[in-house]
């Protein structure tokens, strides 16, 4: 009995470093765009991107509700939680595509979007995320050379949306297209980034 157990054991030692090492490449980022609807789609398309949810980070009421955030009373942003592999992709590549889906030279509002919930933000899970994200704010400063209103902030306890709310561009796209083009998000985006 005792030899068969110390198979196990030793089976069980072996295999779970290699466990872990799947389990550590699996990393975790926040970030608040304004409409939590429109940061889902750019990190969607890119590969090493595991999933998306939409949901409400940064403030200080338990299990907010839309209704709630949306009127601006409970200081929560509306935020993406992004999975990814970071074997295969990197945390600055998606700083990278953060500040290029978002105008972080206004306060407190993104595009027609107003209020601190719509607020921009880095919700950092690491010191090391919040060091390239302090980074990558000072390189955006400097290529837009004015005031940048993008907080950098340790996240917070993260409470998904509802679920209509969750990958809603792709749930009702002729919706998601006018709310985007009337908001003149893209227009704003070209303005500041370019094509």
Known sequence: MSKILAIIISIFLILSPSANAETDKIQTATFAGGCFWCMEPPYDKV?????????????????????QVSQGQTGHAEAVQVKYDSSKINYEYLLDIFWKNIDPTVKNRQF?????????????????????ALASREKVKKQLNGKIYTEITP??????????????????????KYYRFRCGRDQRLKELWGS
């Open 155 to 176: 996240v917070k306890d993260f409470y998904p949306a509802e679920e209509y709310h969750q990958d809603y561009y792709k749930k009702n796209p002729l919706l998601y």
């Open 47 to 67: 590969e090493g991107v595991i999933s998306t949810t939409s949901g409400y980070t940064g403030g200080n009421v338990k299990n907010p509700t839309y209704k």
């Open 112 to 132: 027609c979007d107003v209020g601190n919930q719509y607020r921009s933000g880095i919700f950092y899970h690491s010191e090391e995320q919040k060091q390239l």
